[in-house]
């Protein structure tokens, strides 16, 4: 049963929860802005990965059990009308994230394998897994994320290290700092590769319901983020050393590009980006079924008896803005800001947070 999870459930849940899509989208986006100093991007993203989740853990170290129960770490922190503003932000926040990835899902079908399908029908099949699990609850959540991800991680690291068949080490060098690196443009790129932290909010609570210990969630969050590291370093470091920052940057999906390129003889060997495929596929629904769940645990509290109209209105309000953006550049992109802008909102709120809880400890040793 998923009520005996253990940390090793945690540590693929946030796994899957800070890689995303698992499309590596931020590459390109990232070479060409930084070239081959990118590499001082991703450690200042290692470094802000740590200390956001170190302050995650800490403001749930002290929450009781009965104060997490049907709620977000806003909850318990901010009171009953505060705590409802930031959960609906949240849940603005988390529909749209799905939605993100779910475009993005469509996106990648539609480049590699299928160009003239039509888009309602990869919507129609893709969407029968989400609802599913939305219906039947966390556990049936839990199990279904956890079952696939290490036989995909696996096929996904094989295939990687295959690509370094084509490997120029030489493209790595020299490292050249861009002006770039000297503005507020790495701090925006470490954020938007940093969303998935969002999700702790979410799933720390139920952590605690399921009777995880603190020592257990924190060496789940430990282990997910030296894996989720290690993971993107490698991605990053095919695609340098494959393409060079020049090339990787005009590229869309510069990683399936790399596994594309290897020639092999044998079944299944002439194509080893459809295979790459497969992986990358779970990647991009864990992210849907992480985020869509979230917004619809979250909006189903505030109307515990009319849980199907909170799926309703998540599932709606999720394909509303994968079909509006789609037709409509700038929706689209007013769609990326309100995400950005939510995600400050969110992430800002933690410092608060761990301020909150630090003086409550201090009035509670006063009082002894």
Excluded at 5 to 27: D, H, K, Q, R, Y
Excluded at 77 to 90: D, P, Q
Excluded at 306 to 313: G, P
Excluded at 331 to 337: K, L
């Amino acid at each position: 049963m998923i009520r005996n999870a253990n940390a090793n459930v945690l540590i693929g849940l946030l796994f899957e929860s800070l890689l995303g899509t698992g499309t590596m989208e931020w590459i390109p986006q990232w070479t060409a802005q930084f070239h081959t100093a990118v590499w001082l991007v991703l450690s200042l993203y290692t470094i802000l990965l740590f200390s956001t989740g170190l302050i995650i853990l800490n403001i749930s170290k002290r929450i009781s059990n009965n104060e997490c129960i049907g709620c977000t770490l806003f909850d318990a922190f901010f009171g009953r009308i505060l705590g409802w503003v930031l959960n609906f932000i949240l849940i603005g926040f988390l529909i749209l994230g799905a939605s993100k990835a779910f475009l993005t899902g469509l996106d990648l079908i539609h480049y590699s394998t299928l160009p003239y399908t039509p888009k309602i029908a990869l919507v129609l099949f893709a969407l029968s897994v989400p609802l599913q699990l939305l219906y039947a609850g966390y556990e049936s959540l839990f199990r279904f994320q956890t079952v696939l991800l290490v036989p995909a991680l696996f096929l996904a690291v094989v295939l990687l290290f295959i690509s370094l068949r084509s490997a120029d080490f030489r493209n790595l060098l020299p490292i050249t700092a861009p002006p770039s690196l000297w503005t507020v443009d790495p701090l925006k790129a470490v954020m938007d590769l940093l969303q998935g932290l969002i999700l702790l909010v979410v799933y720390i609570p139920l952590f605690i319901q399921l009777r995880v210990s603190y020592r257990g969630t924190m060496r789940a969050v430990l282990f997910a983020g030296v894996g989720i590291v290690l993971l993107n370093a490698l991605n990053l470091l095919v695609v340098l050393t494959v393409f060079g920052s020049f090339e990787a940057s005009t590229l869309h999906y510069p990683v399936l590009e790399a596994v594309r390129i290897q020639k092999m003889t044998g079944p299944l060997l002439e194509r080893l980006d459809l295979v790459f495929l497969m992986p990358v596929s779970v990647a991009v629904m864990s992210a849907v079924n992480l985020y869509a769940y979230g917004a619809y645990h979250v909006l189903s509290r505030y109307i515990p008896s009319r849980k199907r109209i909170a799926l309703i209105f998540v599932v709606v309000s999720m394909l509303t803005f994968v079909f509006i953006p789609s037709n409509f550049e700038f929706v689209s992109d007013v769609c990326e800001t309100m995400m950005r802008t939510l995600e400050v909102i969110l992430v800002g709120s933690l410092p608060v947070m761990l301020v909150k809880q630090r003086l409550q400890t201090v009035e509670r040793h006063v009082k002894k």
